[in-house]
């Protein structure tokens, strides 16, 4: 009998009707639809308190913190096979709320060698980057702008051991505020690499 895969969506846009929601409820049907079992967590109505750089994590394996949303959110990163993270650019890179959910768990996404080095802990894991700009497209790759929110995403992803199969950058979405069909089958598309 074959594992139920569990797939994590972090929605770190505001817009409820966005076109972050948009590709996100693509995402999640058809992973639905494959037989997956589906957590979205939107990060902008997430309780997180700002990390306060005290290093502690690094050496108890937790955060000292008083429990909040983050460690849900960890647990939830820990529990699933994929994830997606999706998130608007801002400045040419992700929300701060989405920066500082990671900076919160850094201690449950990597490790370090004696030396310092990092050590992933999520070898294994498939992950899917999404970004949206209302920078129009090419520019909104050639300016960095979504292109630099999947940098970022990628970073995070990497030095935790995510293996990337698939990223969706779309620009111009002042104009485009809805996904065409085209757009919609490319999400349906790329979550399937996931399960």
């Known amino acids: 009998m074959m594992k139920t895969k569990k797939i994590l969506i972090l929605n770190a846009s505001p817009r409820k009707r966005g076109n972050i929601a948009q590709m996100v409820a693509e995402m999640s049907d058809e992973a639905k639809a494959q037989g997956a079992e589906v957590d979205v967590v939107d990060v902008q109505k997430l309780n997180v308190q700002p990390c306060m750089a005290c290093m502690k994590c690094r050496a108890k394996g937790f955060c ?19 994830i997606v993270i999706a998130a608007p650019c801002y400045w040419g890179n992700i929300p701060g709320t989405l920066k500082l959910l990671f900076d919160r768990i850094v201690y ?39 292109h630099g929110a999947i940098r970022a995403m990628r970073e995070i992803c ?38």
């Not at 000292?64 to 994929?82: F, T, Y």
């Not at 060698?113 to 920078?135: E, I």
């Not at 051991?161 to 620009?171: L, P, Q």
Request: hydrophobic share 30%; proline share 5%; aromatic share 6%.
């Open 64 to 82: 000292v913190l008083p429990d909040d949303d983050s460690q849900r959110v960890l647990q939830l990163i820990k529990d699933s096979d994929a």
């Open 108 to 146: 449950g996404m990597m490790d370090e060698s004696q030396r310092g080095f990092p050590k992933p802990l999520h070898k294994g894991k498939r992950c899917l980057l999404v970004s949206t700009s209302t920078t129009p497209w090419p520019f909104n790759i050639i300016m960095h702008q979504s």
């Open 158 to 195: 990497r030095y935790s051991g995510f293996k990337i199969v698939a990223t969706i950058e779309k620009g111009g979405t002042r104009r485009n505020t809805t996904l065409s069909e085209k757009e919609a089958k490319k999400c349906r598309k790329a979550v399937r690499k996931l399960l």
